[in-house]
């Protein structure tokens, strides 16, 4: 288990590279078990997730091997199984995707029901529904989701609620379908495209149409290919507020302005400091931060993963701010600590005129300890403190947040959850000033 001390630091300054998109990086591993060649994937940040799915996929009788900096090959011709054991569903939530490619392969599978970071339910009634719409057939037993399908079949299809890991199912599954599947209500995110655009490299036919409507023409077979990974936009987040809320200056490498757009519009509004460059964003302190609301939607709007971050920013931000939690029951695993940090946070449930339509989650999911909203009252000076890290986004909060509480904060992650999404953060935050230790 690692623990993470972290000191007071002064301004950050300096630059960090991005590397590969954490949504993205293992779902294209899983991907190419969709084709009969090798794929060659480039750009790999060195996270826990990669790991867990490689050891997935070379238990099943695939291979999964590290040839050159960053660059992950998958073999998929030796495949031997579908059924993944229960261990693997522990610590991620990448097992039920396993179901689209392997389904062609085997026609029956078995996979553990997710774990990964505790976000309210993650409904994976989303991904079966479809999976349904396409002829398959399942059932849960024991821990287990179990598939069975001859022959997926393409059909028209429409989420009722936006799903970006529902969406990148279907898709997967759509791919080797027999005929045309339109997914109508599919999420947008960049992640989603860079999916997209791998299965086509691959050999597939997918277009993405106006309107949240992705067509996809299933072929019988598909090969390998040679694909680099998008950067993570949440990484870039993550560091744009430890620069800002440090007063500091950093460039942050092959940030992408474009799949930013919603988090650089409310730094506008709130004060804060950047500049768009070809070499990618540079982000700095330019004066008094203020106050202002958002509300988290799915893809491109403010971005659910942002929201605990952007909350160590509102920390430092001239008057009261609000963050509406729409796409999750259940987000504010971090508020603790910074009420233990010392900052004014009050949770409640705003009235929401159609909560059916207004809220992205089920609402038969909610429960009435939930609280959906928070304000934060700033600007205010934090203080360290100890605490356990209870999901990947909380711990970067957390761990942020100690930069500017006075004092030495403590972080036992248990789950190892900021490794799941972070490559060497400590070693990249203390190459530009910050004062934190990794204790194994």
Not at 406 to 432: C, F, K, P, W
Request: charged letters at 25%.
């Amino acid at each position: 288990m690692p623990t993470y001390f972290v000191d007071k630091s002064g301004p950050l300054y300096g630059l960090v590279r991005l590397g590969g998109a954490k949504n993205v990086s293992y779902k294209l591993l899983i991907a190419s078990l969709l084709g009969d060649k090798e794929s060659r994937i480039l750009n790999f940040s060195k996270i826990s997730d990669v790991d867990l799915v490689s050891d997935i996929i070379n238990d099943l009788g695939g291979r999964v091997y590290s040839a050159g900096e960053r660059t992950i090959f998958v073999d998929p011709a030796k495949l031997k199984s579908a059924d993944i054991p229960k261990k693997y569903g522990e610590g991620s939530r990448a097992s039920t995707m396993f179901v689209a490619p392997l389904i062609h392969r085997f026609k029956e599978v078995k996979v553990p029901l997710p774990g990964g970071d505790r976000l309210g339910n993650r409904p994976v009634d989303r991904h079966m529904d479809f999976l349904h719409a396409l002829g398959a057939k399942t059932k849960v037993e024991n821990g287990f989701l179990v598939v069975k399908a001859e022959q997926l079949i393409g059909t028209t299809y429409r989420f009722n609620k936006n799903t970006h890991t529902g969406t990148e199912t279907a898709i997967m599954a759509a791919a080797r379908a027999k005929g045309k599947t339109i997914l109508e209500n599919a999420a947008e995110e960049p992640e989603v495209d860079d999916l997209i655009n791998f299965i086509n490299d691959m050999g597939g036919r997918i277009r993405r149409r106006a309107n949240r409507v992705v067509e996809i023409e299933g072929v019988d077979k598909l090969g390998g290919a040679i694909h680099q990974i998008m950067p993570d936009q949440n990484e870039a987040v993550s560091y744009a507020v430890a620069a800002i809320i440090t007063k500091g200056d950093i460039i942050v490498e092959n940030a992408r302005p474009e799949h930013m757009k919603a988090f650089l519009d409310k730094l506008d509004e709130a004060g804060g400091g950047y500049e768009i460059g070809s070499y990618g964003i540079r982000f700095f302190y330019k004066g008094e931060l203020r106050a202002l609301d958002i509300v988290t939607e799915p893809y491109p709007g403010f971005k659910t993963d942002w929201q605990p971050v952007w909350s160590v920013l509102l920390t430092q931000a001239k008057g009261t701010s609000e963050i509406h939690e729409a796409v999750y029951t259940s987000r504010f695993q971090y508020v603790e600590a910074l009420k233990q940090m010392g900052v004014p946070v009050k949770l409640y449930n705003p009235a929401v005129k159609n909560p059916e339509k207004f809220y992205n989650f089920n609402l038969e999911d909610d429960h009435p300890d939930y609280r959906h909203a928070l304000q934060i009252t700033g600007p205010c000076q934090l203080k360290a403190c100890e605490f356990s890290v209870p999901d990947l986004r909380a711990g970067a909060t957390i761990l942020i947040a100690g930069l500017i509480a006075d004092g030495t904060s403590v972080l036992h992650d248990q789950g190892r959850h900021v490794e799941r999404g972070y490559e060497a953060i400590t070693e990249r935050l203390n190459s530009m000033g910050a004062k934190i230790r990794r204790v194994e």
